[in-house]
């Protein structure tokens, strides 16, 4: 099927919000609000089907909410101001602050949104027109974790190593810590073939509406998804259900490996998570029976301090029985953001090059110096990672001011009141963005940037696709895209013409350059062949290379063709809860709502469904803290706390409380959590923290 096609004023693209990227099309109407049409179409990775908020994505295009001119903050309020105007502003401010305070007192912050062609220019600003270290962006919060284990497991990332479509074929599919009920119904389309026959099984604390689905649900607590699937692999030994033909031809790494599993019994591994020793051997034993079956984690098992071990630990139980790089079985991550694959490929990490390449390579700078015309020595090295990046803001030795495209760190990072009080000590906050977020309205200066339907551009959706996002409609007048933004300040700062282009497929093609030979490679990847409806999975490294829909079949990327296993431990939550802070408090997503809401709370259907937070507990924990259902609580944790409505639900841990992320103010679930970091990924453990429950007005 097409991946993109225009059939007169019919524009088939992409959804603007999740990694699935579901296929849909775009009409344009008259002069009513709105003024396009959408409509789901076929394309393998939904089948014709849209979530909510697929269906209402199109009502954010002519929004009132929508950003329509730059605004530049005079007397405390923001004003409107021209274009010229505020970039002159930001470029003389950026040059001022570099002057006085060296290059690193600029920093950049990206999204794992933004089209490969941003994501791609972002990193190049960075280091090119700036001269600074520090750029991270969003993915590092949701995608990170999972990224590191798979390139230590099987010496590359690529989210899903296979097409989802395979999925139809399992007899068995283990999802751990993902919800795809809420965060990409469409995608419960894959899963049928294996519930068909009784073998979907869920792993996750809650109950969530997937769990429902599950023909087994195991909901160990928070924190020991790690130790659980220690368990499973000790259970697969010691019933000798190892897959040992596969384990000695295929992998390197398993003796150390036990090791450490030997001491994780299941009855022990029980004690720990609260999982039955007869389920996690039942578990065991359905992924030796499997003819065909699938291991997928999410954030759930990635949002923890020892996110990076906890994905590892569920990709020895899928190598223990022989799955990955083997045709209708495998390993893959359910990535999350809309280009939560092609985000993490192209340079906007703090520690990355185009190509999926690292910065700190000899080789990779070159290569990549050699692309962008400047001299290797001349690009910084490795910068701060997004959490520590926030954290230094405005500190003696952090940086001065802070560029963020297409995200909303207000409401999106951990321990966000910290956040807000760091960006509040900055010389300058410029943000780039569609409405007046939350951290857009600290801005000193706000510019108003176009939506997927009116620019062109790549994603990279979860199964390593690369897809063409079409423009549609022409953006309102006032607005201009990011990559004009990166252009007129590349210009403003002295960068040669013609540097920075701001044409998406003139950048592509600059990018492909910059990925050939790479890890992701990118170099045969064109309009052209994506226009003409190709599908392309990355690596295509000619223009007639047809892609690679599978990896790892005739080898993993390690040189020796070997996976690893990695021998990790449980080491449990950094913040166990106690006397003080009895609870476990956990966040998540709700299906109306798109990561820090800053979209869907725009869009009118979707914020009348879910106008607020709420707080999910067992209804005896409520009873315990003296409410109802409800009634309005709070959630303490040692660094703030939440306030929402009260949601008894029977199915809930008692030891559990949940709150979604997606909601401003008060309601931020980010104002509890922890940002203890992985410490290889630098993810923050945004997935449990101890806490306690009392009604609102208590404290
Ligand atoms: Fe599809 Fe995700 Fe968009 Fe929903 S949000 S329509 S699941 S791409």
């Avoid at 520090?134 to 497991?153: E, K, P, V």
């Avoid at 692309?371 to 500190?395: K, Q, T």
């Avoid at 910059?514 to 000619?542: C, F, I, N, Q």
């Avoid at 296993?565 to 009895?582: C, K, L, M, R």
């Amino acid at each position: 099927p097409a991946t993109s096609d225009t059939n007169g004023a019919r524009t088939d693209t992409h959804c603007p919000y999740c990694a699935l990227q579901c296929g849909m099309s775009l009409t344009a109407t008259a002069d009513v609000a709105p003024t396009v049409e959408v409509a789901p179409r076929e394309f393998p990775a939904n089948r014709g089907g849209l979530c909510q908020k697929g269906w209402t994505s199109a009502s954010l295009l002519d929004s009132p909410a929508r950003l329509t001119t730059p605004l530049v903050r005079t007397g405390g309020e923001l004003r409107p101001a021209s274009w010229d105007e505020a970039l002159d502003l930001v470029a003389a401010r950026l040059t001022e602050l570099q002057a006085e305070h060296g290059r690193d007192a600029v920093a950049i912050f990206g999204g794992g949104g933004l089209t490969n062609e941003k994501s791609y220019l972002l990193g190049k600003f960075a280091r090119v027109a700036l001269g600074t270290s520090q750029i991270d962006y969003n993915g590092r919060f949701c995608m990170s974790s999972a990224a590191a284990a798979g390139i230590r497991a099987f010496g590359l990332d690529r989210g899903m190593p296979f097409p989802m479509t395979d999925l139809a074929g399992a007899d068995l599919i283990v999802l751990v810590g993902s919800n795809p009920a809420e965060t990409m119904p469409p995608f419960l389309q894959h899963l049928q073939g294996a519930a068909a026959k009784g073998g979907l099984v869920v792993v996750d604390p809650r109950r969530t509406p997937t769990a429902e689905q599950a023909d087994v649900h195991l909901a160990p607590a928070p924190g020991t998804d790690l130790a659980l699937a220690l368990g499973v692999l000790h259970a697969t030994v010691a019933e000798g259900l190892l897959d040992e033909a596969y384990v000695a031809e295929r992998t390197a790494g398993f003796d150390d490996l036990w090791r450490t599993v030997a001491r994780y019994w299941p009855e022990h591994v029980e004690r720990i998570t609260g999982v039955s020793a007869a389920d996690q051997r039942a578990l065991a034993h359905r992924l030796a029976a499997a003819r065909n079956a699938y291991v997928l984690t999410a954030r759930g098992a990635e949002q923890h301090a020892t996110g990076v071990d906890t994905v590892s630990a569920w990709i020895d139980v899928a190598l223990a029985h022989g799955l990955p790089g083997r045709r209708g079985s495998g390993y893959g991550c359910l990535t999350g953001q809309g280009n939560g694959q092609g985000g993490r490929e192209h340079g906007q990490k703090a520690d990355q090059l185009p190509g999926y390449r690292t910065l700190a390579d000899p080789a990779a700078r070159e290569h990549v110096a050699r692309v962008w015309g400047v001299d290797a020595d001349s690009l910084p090295a490795p910068g701060r990672s997004a959490y520590e990046l926030l954290d230094a803001l405005g500190e003696p030795d952090g940086p001065r001011a802070l560029l963020v495209f297409g995200s909303n760190v207000v409401v999106s990072a951990p321990r966000s009141q910290r956040v807000a009080d760091r960006l509040g000590a900055l010389d300058l906050l410029v943000t780039a963005d569609v409405v007046l977020s939350e951290t857009a309205a600290m801005a000193d200066v706000v510019l108003p940037v176009t939506q997927w339907a009116e620019e062109d551009g790549t994603m990279t959706n979860l199964e390593g696709r690369v897809l063409l996002r079409r423009k549609a409609i022409d953006p309102p007048d006032g607005v201009r895209s990011d990559l004009d933004v990166l252009a007129g300040l590349a210009d403003r700062l002295g960068q040669p013409s013609g540097r920075f282009p701001a044409d998406a497929e003139e950048v592509f093609t600059e990018l492909r350059a910059a990925s050939a030979g790479g890890p992701a490679d990118y170099a045969g990847v064109t309009y052209e062949r994506l226009r003409a409806g190709e599908a392309l999975h990355w690596p295509v490294p000619e223009a007639d290379h047809p892609g690679t829909p599978r990896m790892f079949l005739d080898g993993f990327a390690h040189p020796d063709g070997r996976a690893r296993f990695v021998a990790v431990d449980h080491t449990g939550p950094a913040e166990p809860p106690d006397a003080e802070y009895p609870l476990q408090a956990t966040t998540g997503r709700v299906l109306q709502h798109y990561q820090s809401g800053a979209q869907t709370r725009a869009v009118p259907e979707l914020a009348d469904a879910v106008p607020e937070a709420h707080i999910e507990v067992h209804p005896d924990t409520a009873a315990r803290a003296g409410l109802d259902a409800g009634e309005v609580a709070t959630v303490e944790s040692r660094r703030g706390a939440v306030t929402a409505p009260v949601r008894c639900v029977p199915s809930m841990r008692p030891d559990v409380v949940f709150v979604p992320f997606h909601f401003p103010g008060g309601q931020r679930a980010n104002l509890i959590t922890n940002p203890v970091l992985d410490p290889t990924s630098r993810m923050p453990e945004f997935k449990v923290c101890a806490a306690r429950l009392v009604p609102a007005g208590a404290r």
